[in-house]
């Protein structure tokens, strides 16, 4: 439908100046003129934009599904996630054995001076190759900050899947926000081409009513100036096309050329389950990216002071070695030994100035910290909640309120040009019933798009947005082919 509808605008917008021209000529020639380079603004635009762009038009569940693979911020919080897993592994591989072998070999060459029984000096020199091959195997039988370590890592990694779904809500926001506006922009022009093309008969027929004595400057010259305003506000919504054509181009890392139209009839006026916004913050309070995430967060922060307290601890190892050395005694240098030793190492702190318990109050004050952040996320998410729970419930009213005003809007209007026809009212009162059914049309349709956002935005603070919640809100789309 897009493509259409913008040819429809360029192609009245050119036909509009020449009209008004014809128009002006008509009474008093100081009437202003409107800027003639409207019309080629808006056609240069459109056929630089709007023309060039893919004729098939993107459903919001395929938007959803290509800006899930191509999104450079979920892209990174991908890798990320991927990164901060590898810290689990590494924690528990502190509490296997390891294994180490050392070898080594070097080219001695040593001048021995010694007395003989006279104690006279005497030098002798010798060169020779040493060896030493050792392998040693280490198992940790005791390590308190390898124990507590694997457990704060499980809560890191917990920490950082939430983060991950976090951004995975978020980009589900930014794709239906990008991709709603858009069809609200693409609407709202679509309304004032259409209520050009009313002003432009009225502009018409107010100077064929001064051109037969019937009519006053005053219709046409309110005429005219509601047509001016009506063009700069098609600029305006044609700049806003092309703003959210961006966006939503940035995230799906592809040209889109059209979307979808929303169908009203198929558009859920149900209200959201679950129906209260009590049930909806404590499953948040449960499932919520953000809350998960700073819980995961404040538990690592717990492990920390644990992992603080635990370097006092004493620490116990298994050792096995076995070493092979070869002419390594300066003395004997002809000598060579193997030994095999098995035993146990005990190691343990005694002194360390204080650092141990600074490190544990410094822990403590940041698991503390957490606690008073969690605190508040907690308290803010139900905030928001409240408010997009308000906003569901109360935008469905909405909608139906403003079906009715827009009806009643038409049927002014069409009130006020029978009332003309019969002599009982002006130009001027049919402008101002046209002028308000266009405004219903455009709170209607704002209040459309509204209602969907806040579902998604709704389901996004719980962490419940999947791909079935943008196949079940396609439902109420329809492709402009149908």
Known sequence: MMPYAVLLLAAALVSTTPAIANAQTVGSSSHPSPPAVTSAV????????????????????????????????????????????ERLPQ????????????????????DRQTLDALSNPVSARSRYTSSNETLTARQTLFRMQQSIGVRQAKFQVNGTEAVLLREIQNLAVRVATSYFEWMQARDQAQLLASQGEFLQSRVIAA???????TGTRTDLDDAQA?????????LEAHQAIQAKRRQLQALVNRPVGDLVTLDATRLSLIQPTPDTAEQWVLMALDSS???????????????????????????????????????????????????????????????NGGYV??????????????????????LDLGVRIQVEFNAVTEGIARIQAL????????????????????GTRTSLDVLNAQQLRVQALSDLSRARYALLLSRIRLKAFSGQVV?????????????PLE
């Not at 509601?226 to 098609?234: E, F, G, P, V, Y």
């Not at 791909?467 to 329809?478: G, H, K, M, N, W």
């Open 42 to 85: 808006i056609g240069a635009s459109l056929s630089s934009g709007t023309l060039m762009a893919p004729a098939r038009p993107l459903g919001l569940l395929e938007a959803w599904q290509l800006a899930f693979d191509n999104d450079p911020t979920l892209r990174s919080a991908r890798s990320a996630a991927a990164a901060e897993r």
């Open 91 to 110: 924690a528990k591989s502190r509490l296997l054995p390891s294994v180490q072998l050392s070898l080594s070999r070097f080219e001695n060459d040593v």
């Open 207 to 213: 100077s064929r009513s001064i051109a037969g004595g």
């Open 226 to 234: 509601r047509l001016d305003i009506n063009k700069a506000q098609r």
């Open 289 to 351: 990216p953000e809350v998960l995430s700073a819980k995961a967060r404040l538990d690592a922060a717990t492990e920390e002071i644990n992992l603080t307290k635990a370097a006092s601890y004493p620490a116990i190892d298994a050792i096995v070695q076995w070493q092979r050395s070869r002419s390594e005694i300066v003395t004997q240098p002809q000598t060579g030994y193997t030994n095999t030793s098995v035993g146990v190492q005990l190691s343990m702190p005694i002194y």
């Open 357 to 378: 318990q600074s490190t544990v109050r410094e822990a403590a004050a940041r698991e503390q910290q957490l606690r008073e952040a969690l605190e508040t996320i907690q």
């Open 403 to 422: 079906e009715v005003a827009a009806r009643s809007a038409e049927v002014a209007l069409d009130s006020a040009r029978k009332s003309v026809l019969a």
């Open 467 to 479: 791909e079935e919640t943008f196949s079940q809100l396609s439902e109420s789309l329809r492709s």
